[in-house]
Nanobody
Framework: QVQLVESGGGLVQAGGSLRLSCAASGRTFSDYAMGWFRQAPGKEREFVAGISWSGGGIYYGDSVKGRFTISRDNAKNTVYLQMNSLKPEDTAVYYC??????????????????WGQGTQVTVSS
């Protein structure tokens, strides 16, 4: 069992930056690949970024490539999402998730076994 707690969301103007953090507790953090997803009202949950257990595999959703950066610190049991050049369309609840298949990065939310409660990101125009 892994517990995930996101933080760092908030209100920011377009063009601004935010850094989300997701702190994990429970099982060994490096046993999991990690992902960030987001969901806006009335829309499906969308893959944002994912990182394998070692950080050797990183993937991004097309809408955030070049603007967002995912990283992890296994010593701190934390995964981060640095979000730059934010746009109003980035407004959503952002979730982190853990996948027990630690060596892959899946874009499919159904592959993930544990989820945080989410943190709201609102980008004003």
């Amino acid at each position: 069992q892994v517990q995930l707690v996101e933080s760092g969301g908030g209100l920011v103007q377009a063009g601004g930056s935010l850094r989300l953090s997701c702190a994990a507790s429970g099982r060994t953090f490096s046993d999991y690949a990690m992902g960030w997803f987001r969901q806006a009202p009335g829309k499906e949950r969308e893959f944002v970024a994912g990182i394998s257990w070692s950080g050797g595999g990183i993937y991004y959703g097309d809408s955030v490539k070049g603007r967002f950066t995912i990283s992890r610190d296994n010593a701190k049991n934390t995964v981060y999402l640095q979000m730059n050049s934010l746009k109003p369309e980035d407004t959503a609840v952002y979730y982190c998730a853990a996948d027990r298949t630690y060596y892959r990065v899946s874009r499919d939310y159904s592959s993930y076994d544990y989820w945080g409660q989410g943190t709201q990101v609102t980008v004003s125009s």
